[in-house]
């Protein structure tokens, strides 16, 4: 197995992976919080982690890899004293927290489907798991890590990291400095000190998403549940734990002292953390109102865009920076990534359908496509770099083109070098990076372009059929029928084709 290279962001350097258990990856991310649609810099995340899910893979591990859908007690402001983010969406939309749930959650799968994410091993909901929280909070107050007080159980940052030594090691922050920080919280009168943090939460009675325990009737903190359910899935101590950079603080640095008060070490050897996703320069973030939906991208209706680009061109443009390197989403971005994806999906069409009779063969040509092979899978293994990868695959395209006109010097590559070709741009484009031809023609049941996208069109028009809006149900047929694809409702479900 070829050795993969990890930056590790608790030690702040380039690790060899090693796992715990020899071939087996135990893999947790942190999912989403399901309290409104999705934004593009989320699915950065979650593809940045699929294709670390599926390098892993190709190298020949068995990944369990766990993702969470967060549905309770992620506060509003991140604090311990605002409003759980689901319930608050709850009383706007007025429906039930559960339904809020369903309904994000719902277009967060269509979302992976369209982006051609792959599913994790296990997606762990932490309304179901509140039990295994209850316990871990037991475990640390047992531990004598975590005190009541009216109710509510609160981490005991200063005394865990006065004993342990080791708070704050991820990210940087110094826990005298974090004392120091006067804060006017509501619950700063429960805590003993500022940097401490609620593990289980007493409800009062207004509050919609409550449980029994010994404590009181309440909710679980929103570091918890991630806490609780890597060492349900993973055990107490896994491989790789991966999130967006702005985990960090405090979510993976109160996760890491949760993990250590209760089961005595920390969770993972390598934390993993991806880069934001800008717009215009700065973060993209639902609560600054700088987002861009996937859907405005695809039909091209935003400020932000010219024209729509396709699942594929986005994938693609995310690709082409490393996942600990920020991206700033534009225009102009996203119409060079459109150019080099058509370029490479074409060489590629191009290269799977050369027959070769064994000529005469070219040895600097070879040698040189040998090496090129080589060095892509050396950069997807120095920390998964996707867009050295690319590059070292766009140095191959004027070969490959050059064998369309069988230039001198060029076409004369031998059976097994094209066979070896053949499967690296196979395997790296779609295995490995997760793309698909979008170009290729799409037959129905085929893994051609238009399938992600019809089976959100499909989903939006049974949601429609569900809320008996007989109008927009109609519409998307028509419009479909327009452009020369048919939707059968059949016993197997909805089914497509082109006319
Ligand atoms: P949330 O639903 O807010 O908990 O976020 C889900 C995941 O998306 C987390 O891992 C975040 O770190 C990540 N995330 C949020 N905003 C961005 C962004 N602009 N770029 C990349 N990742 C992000
Ligand atoms: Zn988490």
Redesign the pocket.
């Known amino acids: 197995m070829r050795d993969l290279t990890v930056y590790n962001s608790l030690s702040k350097s380039k690790e060899t992976f090693i796992p715990i258990h020899k071939g087996l990856v135990g893999m947790y ?7 409104s649609d ?9 593809m940045s982690f699929d294709v670390i899910f599926r390098y892993l893979k190709f190298l020949g591990y068995k990944v369990r890899y766990v993702r969470n859908i ?1 549905d309770v007690g ?1 506060l509003v402001g991140d604090e311990d004293e605002g409003e759980d983010k689901i319930a608050k969406r709850a009383k706007v939309e007025g429906l039930e927290p559960m339904e809020v749930v369903q309904k994000y959650t719902n277009g967060f799968h269509d979302m992976m489907r369209i982006f051609n994410i792959l599913s994790p091993s296990i997606e762990p909901r932490a309304t179901g798991h509140i039990i295994d929280q209850i316990e871990m909070v037991q475990q640390i107050l047992d531990h004598g890590f975590a005190y009541v007080a009216n109710g509510s159980v609160y981490f005991d940052t200063l005394k865990f990291a006065k004993e342990k030594g080791t708070y704050g090691k991820l990210s940087g922050r110094i826990i005298e400095d974090l004392l120091q920080e006067t804060r006017d919280l509501k619950n700063q009168g429960e805590k003993r000190n500022a940097a401490d943090f609620a593990i289980w939460m007493k409800a009062d009675d207004r509050h919609l998403m409550k449980w029994n325990s010994p404590w009181s009737v309440g909710f679980p903190g929103w570091h918890l549940e991630c806490s609780a359910m890597s060492t349900k899935y993973l055990g107490a101590h896994f491989d790789i734990h ?6 960090k603080f405090p979510h993976h640095e109160n996760e890491i002292a949760q993990n250590e008060a209760s089961c005595g070490c920390a969770p993972a050897n390598y934390w993993l ?6 717009m215009n320069g700065r ?4 609560s600054d109102g700088n987002t861009i939906t996937a859907e405005e991208l695809f039909s091209g209706h935003s400020r932000h865009v010219e024209k729509p680009y396709s699942p594929m061109v986005v994938r693609f443009f995310m690709l082409q920076a490393h996942y600990r390197s920020t ?1 700033d989403l534009s225009n102009e971005a996203l119409l060079a990534a459109e150019k080099g994806y058509k370029k490479l999906m074409e060489a590629n069409a191009f290269l799977q359908k050369i027959k070769t009779e064994d000529s005469e063969k070219n040895a600097a040509i070879e040698t040189k496509i040998i090496q090129l092979i080589d060095e892509t899978f050396d950069e997807l293994s120095d920390d998964f770099n996707t867009p050295k990868a690319l590059a070292r695959l766009f140095e191959l395209v004027p070969i490959i083109n050059s064998y369309k006109d069988k230039k001198e010097g060029f076409g004369n590559i031998s059976a097994p070098t094209i066979e070896l070709l053949q499967d690296c741009f196979d395997k790296v484009l779609f295995e490995i990076m997760g793309l698909r031809d979008e170009n290729a023609r799409s037959d129905p049941g085929s893994e051609g372009a238009l399938d992600g996208v019809m089976q959100f069109i499909i989903e939006l028009r049974q949601e429609a059929r569900a809320n008996k809006d007989w109008g927009t149900a109609d519409k998307i047929r028509d419009v479909l029928q327009a452009q020369n694809i048919v939707i059968k409702d059949g016993k197997e479900g909805t089914t497509w084709n082109l006319k």
């Open positions: 991310v942190c999912g989403p919080t399901v309290y999705v934004h593009l810099g989320n699915i950065r995340t979650f967060t992620h991966g999130g967006g950079n702005d985990l953390h991806t880069n934001m996703l800008l973060k993209m973030s639902k991206l």
